[in-house]
Structures are given as structure tokens and as C-alpha cells.
């Protein structure tokens, strides 16, 4: 049984920092790409960073220079970073595994993040 189970989102000034993490279980994390998305109300849900097996990064342009995306294989859990943050990062914030054609495919529940001006 896959489950991923985000946490670490709260509110928080503009300006300042946050660390979401993503614990997963039922998946073979060492082998799977991951990536952070976050659903504005109103908006469609949108890819925020992507890390691959390797370690390869992708950041979106609106994030790039803030967020960043980090992974640590001994204990299942993917993380994000927030630096800078804007009262548009408000979102929920959602982890999921990504298949091999860059489709998310298990999501977790999402944690809110909220970031007043």
C-alpha cells in the first residue's frame, strides 16, 4: 500500500521559510522521481520541482532561486525547502511519485502553506 504523508506547512510571513517534508511508504523511493505540486484556490494544480533518481532538479520559473528540492533515500522522505516566500506561494502543497513519462501518479493528502503580507 502506497502512502505518502506530507507535513511541515503552516503560515508564515512573507519573507520567510518553511520545510515541507513527504514521508513515503509502499514504494521503492530509491527508484522512483518525485516531485512537489501546489493547488492555488481557483487554480489548477501546477508542478513546483522535480528531483529524479539521480538527483537531477527541476524547478518552476516562479519558484526557481527560493525552493529547493531535496531527497533522503535512508529514510523514505522527500523534502521542499521554501525560502523568500511570497503571499502568492499560498497553496496546498502536495508531494507525489512521477513515472517514467513525467505523469504524478501517488499523491499524498497536502499540507497547507500560507503566507501573509
Known amino acids: 500500500q502506497v502512502q505518502l504523508v506530507e507535513s511541515g506547512g503552516g503560515l508564515v510571513q512573507a519573507g520567510g521559510s518553511l520545510r515541507l517534508s513527504c514521508k513515503t511508504s509502499?514504494?521503492?523511493?530509491?527508484?522512483?522521481?518525485m516531485g512537489w505540486y501546489r493547488q492555488a484556490p481557483g487554480k489548477q494544480r501546477e508542478l513546483v520541482a522535480r528531483?529524479?533518481?539521480?538527483?537531477?532538479?527541476m524547478y518552476a520559473d516562479s519558484v526557481k532561486g527560493r525552493f529547493t528540492i531535496s531527497s533522503d533515500n535512508a529514510k523514505n522522505t522527500l523534502y521542499l525547502k521554501l525560502n523568500s516566500l511570497k503571499p502568492e506561494d499560498t497553496a496546498v502543497y502536495y508531494c507525489?511519485?512521477?513515472?517514467?513519462?513525467?505523469?504524478?501518479?501517488?499523491w499524498g493528502q497536502g499540507t497547507q502553506v500560507t503566507v501573509s503580507s
Open positions: 509502499g514504494i521503492n523511493f530509491g527508484i522512483s522521481a
Open positions: 528531483i529524479t533518481t539521480v538527483f537531477k532538479t
Open positions: 507525489a511519485t512521477i513515472d517514467t513519462e513525467l505523469r504524478p501518479r501517488y
